[in-house]
């Protein structure tokens, strides 16, 4: 979804007539076009965070093998050494990436908050609240309340000839 975001631009003091300005406009666009917005669920950032782990933790067992052959068998302690303390730090990668916090946040979407529909969602939700005890507490008293009879009583055995 393409959504455009205007870019703020700062009074610097020129006229509008200047030639900085009319370089300024040539050369820059007044607004950045978002491409996308897909981002990854957090359940597919969890898996790829997991997936990153196993990769980097398998990575180090190769190293460390190559490391001790070259070593033993080529005598490249150089290479053995550069290895091996390529190898030291991986664990701990591995797990400061697992333990991320996912994708971060785009600098360019807005923080919405809307504090009126909030405020607007809470005096419905006490008005409802108010109005459900209101009902409650009527329903109760008008059935436990005697009321009188005002109707007319229709007797159809009784014959008015009598």
Do not use: C
């Not at 669920?41 to 990575?59: E, F, G, S």
């Not at 008293?141 to 109707?151: N, Q």
């Amino acid at each position: 979804m393409n959504q455009r975001k205007h870019r703020q631009s700062g009074d610097t003091g020129a006229s509008e007539n200047s030639s900085s300005k009319r370089f300024k406009g040539i050369f820059h666009r007044p607004e950045v076009l978002l491409i996308t917005d897909k981002k990854r669920t957090p359940m597919q950032d969890l898996r790829h965070r997991k997936r990153l782990y196993n990769v980097i933790q398998a990575a180090r067992i190769p190293l460390l093998i190559v490391a001790g052959l070259s070593w033993m068998v080529w005598h490249l302690w150089f290479l053995a050494v550069i290895l091996f303390i390529i190898s030291v730090p991986l664990p701990w990668v591995a797990v400061v990436i697992a333990n991320g916090q996912g994708e971060p946040r785009d600098k360019r979407e807005k923080n919405v908050y809307k504090p009126a529909l909030v405020r607007e969602q809470n005096e419905q939700a006490r008005l409802e609240a108010r109005r459900a005890a209101e009902l409650k507490q009527n329903n109760t008293a008008a059935l436990d309340a005697p009321r009188p009879f005002e109707g007319l009583i229709i007797d159809a055995d009784t014959n008015e000839d009598s």
